[in-house]
């Protein structure tokens, strides 16, 4: 799975705050994620990522 910048993961398990919506900030090596909710910035592992995922709702880039 390829996670793309400005893309919302729905996570299995909620956050401490909560919230269970997590937005991508950057990809490479890591992936960069900003809760919905509460707005903390955290960085994990692309498997990491991929275990925590529940959904993955792209970004909505028109490119056209």
């Known amino acids: 799975m390829i996670y793309e910048v400005g893309g919302v993961i729905v996570a299995k398990k909620a956050h401490a705050c909560g919230g269970e919506e997590w937005q991508v900030l950057r990809t490479g090596a890591d992936v960069k994620l900003k809760c919905l909710k509460c707005g903390r910035v955290v960085f994990a592992s692309v498997d990491e ?3 925590m995922t ?5 970004s909505d880039k028109n490119d056209g």
Do not use: E, L, N
């Open 54 to 58: 529940k959904k993955y709702i792209g």
């Open 49 to 51: 990522t991929k275990k």
